[in-house]
């Protein structure tokens, strides 16, 4: 079996902030179609490590590689339109005075650019889509209301929902089920489940329940640096692991 | 069928009606309230303009009047200079004005103008970032100094005095040439409804909630690949082309334009109107202006008649309803009616599915 390809792959990546190292020499992989979960006590540099790779900070030293390209320090939207990475932030980041549709419809990939935007004709491939996604996030009923007036579940779907729309070929998940209950967290998991081996997925997780649903091969951070990596079941053996951060288990 | 009907959100009722009494009200008012409601007319394409940027957008200009104003003076100094009058020492237009020369050219510079105002503005505010309170102050300090200029550039803009205009038709500045009030009445309500519905199409485009988006959650938008600084930008120029073209229009009707039509004074006027109305929907600007332009022309005429001394104090009594308003219901008259019908169409939505749920575990 030959090896897989690589997607993303980080090399010897740190970022400071006036004097504060939030991220040191990190490298790691991420081949296509894996999922891939980051765990992490508090302040391990885990979302810093997600702004980086989608643009919202720059490193200070270290490179970025999608798919090849180096995308360090590129633009926010340059990594969302041109490289396709797509990102679903650590509590619901949605357009809250809009209907739930208008939110999926707004992420749709394709139509970004102005000259785009306003030669858009809603056509019946697109209506289809944005209902198939708004069903898969078990949103559909709920199409008309704003967004603003769904539950904080619903409303974690929704942007899952918008990250799917976009059709990413990395698909980064930052804390996905913070504030559900057990049982949306669940029907979360099954929503990422389903989305394994057919795209590449980067999911930071602090519920272990989840982890343990959804994961196979975890990435350990801890004080911005890369602590352990491996399958699921050796990193849990790992004592180092046990002693910063399953310990509380 | 009804369920079509249904669908129909409730401003553009509310809309239809208030078409509907515009194209009825010349035929059972005096001549005097078909002028007033013809500047009122050219004001609401002024707030329409106003309410894509703050409304939709979320950009609150405080100097949206430059752009009202640049557009009207362009029409005064061509009428001034084509028909000569007195004020005028000048024999030459200075080659950026050279359009001027001609009806037409005015026209055109009206609109142009203000689109090059905005498009500068906005390259400068959109490539720096300058966001939220930073972008209402600088454009509030723009229309400071537009009003300063103005009034400073006495040869072109007669100073504090203003310009007075006769011609009432759109294109033609010549004396003879001159529609009855009744006439140019029907002339701005067909550019007004023609503006409307450009507004409606742009904003139920995917455009429009693009706009709406950078409103909600501007950093939000680039995470999927948008720039929000040229949808800014190209809703700035659109904007200011609007405003230009109220200017023109509002000019025509008044038959003058002075320094407080570019300035600080009209500039608040605006946002006064949208905010009561209500932001972020066409209806509330529209009625908004109508409302509290109507409620000027009355209750200064009410204030006049009762003694000289007291009739200034209408701006007072106007200005205590304004707060009410704002402090009471702070989405503006047609926002808390949108609000509460939204709410209302929410619950059912929330009952259905209620009930839909109940037959799928009951099966």
């Known amino acids: 079996m030959s090896e897989p390809n690589i997607l993303l792959e980080v090399r010897n990546l740190s970022v400071e902030f006036n004097g504060f190292q939030a991220l040191t020499d990190v490298s790691m992989k991420i081949y296509e179609g894996e999922l891939r979960v980051i765990i992490g006590p508090n302040g391990a540099g885990k979302t810093t490590f997600m702004d980086l790779v989608t643009g919202k900070t720059a490193p200070t030293a270290g490179r970025i590689l999608f798919s090849g390209a180096d995308i ?37 990939e394709g139509f970004e650019s102005l000259w785009r935007s306003l030669l858009f004709r809603k056509s019946k491939t697109f209506k289809n889509k944005v209902s198939d996604i708004l069903r898969s996030i078990d949103l559909y009923d709920y199409r008309h209301f704003m ?28 804390e996905p089920t913070a504030g559900m209950t057990a049982d949306e967290t669940w029907k979360t998991g099954e929503m990422i489940k389903k989305l394994k081996g057919t795209h590449t997925l980067i999911v930071v997780e602090h519920d272990m329940d989840f982890v343990r649903q959804v994961a196979e091969y975890v990435t350990v951070f801890n004080y911005g640096k890369l602590l352990a990596e491996g399958p699921l079941e050796e990193v849990q053996k790992n004592p180092e692991v046990i002693a910063v951060y399953l310990k509380e288990d | 069928m009804m369920d079509m009907i249904k669908k129909i959100p409730i401003n553009k009722y509310i809309d239809f009606a208030l078409f509907l009494f515009l194209a009825t009200f010349p035929f059972y008012q005096k001549t005097y309230w078909i002028y007033v409601m013809s500047g009122i007319m050219a004001y609401i394409i002024f707030a329409l303009s106003l309410d894509l940027l703050w409304g939709y957008t979320g950009l609150m200009s405080m100097g949206h009047s430059v752009l009202f104003g640049a557009g009207g003076y362009m029409i005064g100094i061509s009428c001034a200079y084509i028909n000569h009058a007195g004020w005028v020492r000048f024999d030459r237009l200075p080659w950026f004005l050279a359009l001027l020369s001609s009806e037409t050219g005015a026209f055109f510079m009206a609109l142009l103008l203000p689109a090059v105002i905005a498009l500068f503005i906005g390259i400068f505010m959109f490539s720096g970032k300058i966001q939220g309170v930073f972008f209402s102050l600088i454009t509030l300090a723009v229309a400071g100094i537009a009003e300063l200029f103005v009034v400073n550039q006495s040869t072109y803009t007669h100073g504090d005095s203003g310009i007075t205009i006769t011609s009432r038709t759109i294109l033609s500045n010549s004396e003879t040439s001159r529609l009855t009030d009744f006439q140019f009445y029907f002339v701005i309500l067909a550019i007004l409804l023609a503006v409307y519905l450009f507004c409606v199409l742009l904003m139920h485009s995917r455009t429009g909630k693009v706009l709406k988006a950078i409103r909600e959650n501007e950093g939000r938008l680039t995470f999927f690949g948008y720039k929000p600084a040229a949808f800014k930008l190209f809703i700035f120029v659109i904007s200011g082309m609007m405003a230009g073209l109220s200017g023109v229009l509002f000019v025509r009707v008044q038959g003058s334009i002075n320094y407080t039509a570019i300035g600080i004074n009209l500039a608040t006027l605006v946002l006064v109107w949208v905010a009561v109305g209500g932001r972020g929907s066409l209806t509330g600007a529209m009625v908004g202006t109508i409302i509290l332009q109507v409620a000027e022309t009355v209750l200064s005429s009410a204030f006049s008649g009762v003694s000289a001394d007291f009739a200034q104090y209408w701006k007072l009594a106007l200005g205590a309803v304004i707060l009410v308003i704002v402090f009471v219901i702070p989405k503006g008259i047609i926002g808390t009616i949108i609000e509460a019908r939204q709410k209302h169409r929410d619950r059912m939505r929330k009952e259905r599915i209620r009930q839909k749920e109940e037959v799928r575990y009951h099966v």
């Open chain 1, 72 to 108: 360090s320090g590129k633009s926010a939207s340059d990594i969302a339109r041109r490289y396709k990475i797509g990102r679903k932030f650590q509590g619901p980041n949605v357009f809250d005075n809009m209907t739930v549709k208008e939110n999926i419809e707004i992420a749709a």
């Open chain 1, 147 to 174: 967004a603003c007036d769904l539950s904080h579940g619903q409303r974690q779907w929704l942007e899952i929902g918008m990250v799917f729309a976009q059709n990413p070929r990395l698909i980064i998940l930052d």
